[in-house]
């Protein structure tokens, strides 16, 4: 496996949509790593974003068990 496939494989793997691994493996191919680097870390920033907001529903799910639970005592 090439390295950019293995980029390739790892930005799907990651989460990334396919236009994000088009973007990112055509700066790969153009060597233009600075902006690679820079589009790798706005996906990152998107994917621990997306982290922060399934944390607040499993916190809010937590909070409706915990008030359920109370409820039943």
């Known amino acids: 496996m090439t ?9 799907s793997d990651a989460g990334c949509d396919a236009a994000a691994c088009m973007v990112i493996g055509s700066l790969f191919e153009a060597g233009n790593t600075r902006e690679l680097l820079r589009r790798m870390r ?13 944390q607040r529903k499993v916190d809010r799910m937590d909070y409706l068990i915990h008030t359920q639970e109370k409820r039943m005592k």
Do not use: N, W, Y
């Open 42 to 54: 706005l996906q990152r920033c998107a994917l621990v974003d997306e982290m922060h907001r399934s």
């Open 3 to 11: 390295e950019k496939e293995q980029l390739m494989r790892g930005l």
